[in-house]
């Protein structure tokens, strides 16, 4: 589900005549979807296969970096600033608000857009809580073989997290930061009338 709600998301800003604010979610979903999946294959490799999240939880002291990284993914993906998700969620919302302007059923559709993301954050807050807080659900056996994943997995998820975080400056609006706008101004050449939200 959260994937198909992203690309709802991108579907949107298409729809909105978004182009970039499309492309500018593509990119950010990117980094904060592979941090999520990956930071999911630590929990099972660290739970020794284990995948249902009602026999874990406690996970946050034995899976520190694993932790930290997976808190950023559900911000970023929740669209909390200045995570990218943020940016490039906002950008979305704001082209659909816009396009109310001349036909009111946008307005509904960014409605549906802002209902959505309370609901992705809802549940990936929800299976951060229950994943790595509260006291552990699992056996005796896997309780003994809890363990942090290997530099191969957490050297990744850092890289990820690094990149969910700052990602979204890629395209932030000239009104936050002068030179701003680079994926905009980047693909002007083959996105229609690209430039123009550049140039307000």
């Known amino acids: 589900y959260p994937t198909v709600s992203q690309l709802g998301y991108m579907f949107l800003a298409l729809g909105s005549g978004a182009y970039v604010a499309a492309v500018f979610h593509v ?37 520190p970096i694993t932790y930290w990284t997976f808190l950023i993914g559900c911000l970023a993906i929740a669209g909390i600033v200045p995570f990218s998700g943020f940016f490039s969620k906002d950008s979305i919302l704001l082209a659909a608000f816009e396009q109310g302007k001349d036909n009111s059923f946008y307005y509904i559709l960014y409605g549906v857009g802002l209902l959505t993301a309370a609901l992705t954050a ?18 005796e056996e896997q309780r003994h073989h809890v363990h942090e994943s290997p530099a191969a997995m957490t050297i990744p998820l850092i890289v990820l997290a690094i990149l969910a975080v700052i990602g979204g400056f890629v395209n932030v609006p000239e009104v936050f930061a002068k030179g701003g706008e680079r994926l905009t101004k980047f693909l002007s050449p083959i996105v229609p009338n690209a430039e123009t939200t550049v140039s307000h």
């Open 27 to 63: 990119m950010t979903h990117a980094f904060f979807k592979a941090l999520l999946f990956l930071g999911s294959g630590s929990v099972i490799h660290a739970m020794s296969g284990q995948q249902d999240i009602r026999f874990m939880g406690g996970l946050k002291k034995k899976l």
């Open 122 to 139: 809802f549940y990936m807050f929800r299976l951060l809580f229950i994943t790595f807080f509260g006291g552990f659900r699992g056996t």
